[in-house]
């Protein structure tokens, strides 16, 4: 797996690139000057060609949503392409077409070439081999994952589909996922958490030694990691935990459900689910996304606060605070952040 990337990192509020361009504007605007005081005619196009930049750099610089790496290395080119222009009509009278053209091109190849080293762009070039560790998920389809935890919610199963949505991306980054749904009755392996929905739990029984020891049979890798998922006590061995500890492999376990159905009228607001970026680099905006979840308390304003945290965990400077209107859902809201990393 590679990826190629070409990223502009030096960006601050005023930048060099910002004084450039203010530097040209100058300049286009003595030019005009001095040709008023000296007499000079000056035609429409050649006032379009002093005031229209000049405008152009005037709205860019004061508004700070513009002020952006990708508008500034273009519109720093066309700018000092437009001042090498204005100097070299100035020079019919001395100079051919013929030689005002070709130095005009040499002077735009080198602004091509130096305008982008203002911003120092860095190239990244990045490569990781295809997981191919095994990670193997087993879904229980007893009957009662057939039964919704909150009244008028999402059946078990169906809850186990959308826990393994979120981060289903991730798995894949680091894992080789498998699916295994087990019942008493039958067997079978998908390869996505949405075909978890369209399942029917009928399972007469929750057989937990057996769905193991297949998965096992799957799976040879000493490094294989083995999730089993489900809401009940296995009834159908006698002594689970003797027969799971003589496979010596670990299994981890996710419970699903509640013994009682959790009331409908629970009050409950929590963060579910932090997703940061894979990689944040000094002084460059990155994305922090939190997904909320909530009962009882739609249409509730709540807010959600970001912050950086010291040695002991304590929060530094001022947080960003965002406003979530809140809608109680099985898969949460998301909120997002932007973060500029001041330091490494």
């Given at each position: 797996?590679?990826?190629?990337?070409?990223?502009?990192?030096?960006?601050?509020?005023?930048?060099?690139?910002?004084?450039?361009?203010?530097?040209?504007?100058?300049?286009?605007?003595?030019?005009?000057?001095?040709?008023?005081?000296?007499?000079?005619?000056?035609?429409?196009?050649?006032?379009?060609?002093?005031?229209?930049?000049?405008?152009?750099?005037?709205?860019?610089?004061?508004?700070?949503?513009?002020?952006?790496?990708?508008?500034?290395?273009?519109?720093?080119?066309?700018?000092?392409?437009?001042?090498?222009?204005?100097?070299?009509?100035?020079?019919?009278?001395?100079?051919?077409?013929?030689?005002?053209?070709?130095?005009?091109?040499?002077?735009?190849?080198?602004?091509?070439?130096?305008?982008?080293?203002?911003?120092?762009?860095?190239?990244?070039?990045?490569?990781?081999?295809?997981?191919?560790?095994?990670?193997?998920?087993?879904?229980?389809?007893?009957?009662?994952?057939?039964?919704?935890?909150?009244?008028?919610?999402?059946?078990?199963?169906?809850?186990?589909?959308?826990?393994?949505?979120?981060?289903?991306?991730?798995?894949?980054?680091?894992?080789?996922?498998?699916?295994?749904?087990?019942?008493?009755?039958?067997?079978?392996?998908?390869?996505?958490?949405?075909?978890?929905?369209?399942?029917?739990?009928?399972?007469?029984?929750?057989?937990?030694?057996?769905?193991?020891?297949?998965?096992?049979?799957?799976?040879?890798?000493?490094?294989?990691?083995?999730?089993?998922?489900?809401?009940?006590?296995?009834?159908?061995?006698?002594?689970?935990?003797?027969?799971?500890?003589?496979?010596?492999?670990?299994?981890?376990?996710?419970?699903?459900?509640?013994?009682?159905?959790?009331?409908?009228a629970l009050v409950n607001v929590a963060v579910d689910r932090v997703e940061p970026g894979d990689e944040w680099t000094v002084r460059s905006a990155a994305t922090i996304k939190a997904t909320i979840?909530?009962?009882?308390?739609?249409?509730?304003?709540?807010?959600?606060?970001?912050?950086?945290?010291?040695?002991?965990?304590?929060?530094?400077?001022?947080?960003?605070?965002?406003?979530?209107?809140?809608?109680?859902?099985?898969?949460?809201?998301?909120?997002?952040?932007?973060?500029?990393?001041?330091?490494?």
């Amino acid at each position: 797996m590679t990826h190629w990337a070409l990223d502009i990192d030096r960006q601050t509020d005023w930048d060099l690139w910002c004084w450039v361009c203010l530097l040209a504007a100058g300049v286009l605007i003595f030019h005009w000057v001095v040709g008023r005081l000296t007499g000079a005619r000056r035609s429409w196009a050649s006032a379009g060609l002093c005031w229209v930049p000049v405008g152009i750099t005037a709205l860019l610089l004061s508004v700070p949503t513009l002020r952006m790496p990708v508008i500034g290395v273009v519109w720093t080119t066309l700018l000092l392409l437009i001042v090498s222009y204005s100097q070299y009509i100035e020079l019919r009278s001395k100079l051919s077409s013929r030689r005002i053209a070709i130095l005009l091109s040499l002077r735009a190849v080198a602004l091509v070439l130096a305008v982008p080293m203002l911003f120092e762009p860095v190239l990244r070039f990045t490569t990781r081999k295809d997981p191919d560790r095994p990670l193997m998920l087993i879904v229980d389809a007893s009957g009662s994952m057939s039964v919704p935890d909150v009244q008028n919610g999402p059946t078990r199963m169906q809850s186990v589909s959308q826990a393994l949505n979120g981060p289903w991306k991730a798995m894949t980054e680091r894992f080789k996922p498998q699916i295994l749904v087990f019942s008493a009755s039958s067997d079978q392996s998908i390869t996505r958490p949405q075909q978890l929905a369209a399942i029917s739990p009928d399972g007469q029984s929750t057989d937990i030694v057996s769905a193991v020891a297949k998965a096992l049979a799957t799976i040879k890798r000493d490094d294989a990691e083995i999730v089993l998922f489900s809401d009940g006590i296995d009834n159908a061995s006698a002594d689970v935990v003797a027969a799971i500890r003589a496979s010596r492999r670990p299994v981890h376990t996710v419970l699903v459900g509640s013994e009682s159905a959790q009331p409908s009228a629970l009050v409950n607001v929590a963060v579910d689910r932090v997703e940061p970026g894979d990689e944040w680099t000094v002084r460059s905006a990155a994305t922090i996304k939190a997904t909320i979840k909530s009962a009882s308390l739609g249409g509730r304003v709540v807010d959600v606060n970001f912050s950086e945290v010291d040695e002991q965990g304590r929060p530094t400077g001022s947080p960003i605070q965002n406003k979530l209107v809140l809608e109680p859902s099985p898969g949460g809201q998301e909120v997002t952040f932007e973060f500029t990393p001041a330091r490494t």
